[in-house]
């Protein structure tokens, strides 16, 4: 995968800290991490029928912003990859959770200190437990360490935020 990268822990006074990554999340949950500053383009040339969006650019009922070709990534920002086919339709709160869970999931892997959740056994494979009514609510878990869902939401610029 060319210059992907991994996290490490740099030790120094006493404290650890973490380089900044520019961090893609990939269709399949995998995490790359960049410590360099790489062009969007070079992702999507290994990735043919995708796009890249930034977490800072993701609302609800909006669609997701295209990181243009020529645009470095920046480091200490996430990025997902995502369909072609899903760039022209708007984002909904339960594609925002989903793709939260992903995230929450991949940088949970990536040494950043956090701890991985345990699915109980009525989740899906994201993590996302089905609540019983016709409304088809969800139970989301509200554990993203190393993730803010501060996004705002459509009408009203309200924002959502989870607490533990």
């Not at 339960?94 to 345990?118: E, F, H, P, V, Y």
């Amino acid at each position: 995968m060319g210059i992907c990268t991994s996290s490490h822990i740099e030790r120094g006074g006493g404290g650890m800290n973490w380089p900044s990554t520019a961090k893609v999340i990939q269709k399949d949950g995998r995490l790359q991490e960049f410590r360099q500053p790489i062009k969007a383009g070079h992702i999507l040339f290994h990735n043919p029928n995708c796009f890249l969006c930034s977490l800072e650019t993701m609302y609800v009922s909006s669609r997701a912003p295209h990181v243009p070709d020529d645009e470095e990534l920046q480091l200490g920002q996430i990025y997902f990859l995502m369909p072609t086919s899903k760039s022209h339709t708007p984002l909904s709160l339960q594609d925002l959770c989903t793709l939260a869970i992903k995230a929450s999931t991949a940088l949970g892997g990536s040494n950043m200190g956090s701890t991985t959740s345990k699915a109980s056994p009525c989740t899906d494979m994201n993590g996302v437990q089905p609540l019983s009514g016709p409304q088809g609510y969800y139970r989301i878990p509200t554990d993203f360490e190393g993730i803010g869902m501060n996004s705002p939401v459509a009408r009203g610029n309200r924002r959502i935020e989870f607490y533990d």
